[in-house]
């Protein structure tokens, strides 16, 4: 039989990181990619699609391909600095778009499975995050639409809307909440582990298990799905 392969866009991020572990943990090949060279992954700025496009056919075949890039700012709309809001609309959906666009091409005539990371902020936006939210919430509508797009070529397309994850970027996020308002980063952080029913933060391997369950024969009946991994945060 031969070995599956998936593809991490985002490699190098606490999610992506984690899922190059669960694939290569399940048997498959990992093959990933960051703006961030390392050892175990590609060079990648997922906002060229020319540099997406190029990755994408030099890799196949590939069964899966995992979107996990994603960029962050927190801001007042009143204060809202449009080349940061303009930053992660690049990453965030822009670069999804353009991961969609390669693979789906990368794909075709052997089917696959896609999976985008959004967020539980594209499901409920969140103050002082305007440009997060609505880019993860776009990234949303688009798998939707890219999913039914697709059943023909065998490709499903899914999403995965973490809540709190322990990941750099909530630690950003929190360095960025605390500066802003004069508290104590310790104390922000801690705040995020009372959010939600189950008042805790989550580990990045336990978005990661979900991921590579969306690639695997058992959600070989589910596309254009939405599924939180949040610990109940959208529950409260």
């Known amino acids: 039989m031969a070995v599956r392969r998936a593809a991490v866009l985002g490699a190098g991020g606490g999610i992506g990181a984690a899922c190059m572990l669960a694939f290569a943990a399940a048997g498959w090949e990992s093959i990933g990619a960051d703006l961030v060279p390392s050892d175990t992954q590609q060079t990648l700025d997922v906002t060229d699609a020319a540099a997406v496009a190029r990755f994408a056919n030099d890799i196949k075949p590939v069964d899966a391909m995992i979107y996990a890039a994603g960029a962050v700012a927190t801001m007042p709309i009143a204060e809202t600095d449009f080349t940061t809001w303009r930053r992660i609309m690049a990453v ?18 052997q089917g696959g499975a896609m999976v985008f990371v959004s967020s539980a902020a594209g499901l409920r936006g969140e103050g002082n995050a305007s440009a997060y939210s609505a880019s993860k919430a776009g990234l949303i509508g688009m798998v939707e639409s890219i999913a039914a797009e697709l059943v023909p070529a065998n ?82």
């Not at 965030?92 to 005539?109: V, Y």
């Not at 950003?172 to 939600?196: H, L, N, P």
């Open 92 to 109: 965030n959906l822009d670069g999804a778009a353009h991961a969609a666009s390669a693979f789906a091409r990368a794909m075709a005539g």
């Open 155 to 236: 490709i499903r397309v899914n999403a995965v809307a973490p809540g709190n994850v322990d990941t750099p970027m909530l630690r950003q996020v929190a360095q960025g909440i605390a500066k802003a308002e004069g508290r104590d980063e310790a104390e922000v952080w801690d705040s995020f582990a009372r959010t939600g029913a189950a008042r805790r933060i989550l580990d990045p391997v336990e978005v990661a298990r979900v991921c590579l369950a969306m690639c695997e024969d058992g959600f070989s009946g589910v596309t254009g799905a939405t599924l939180p991994v949040d610990a109940g945060y959208l529950l409260t």
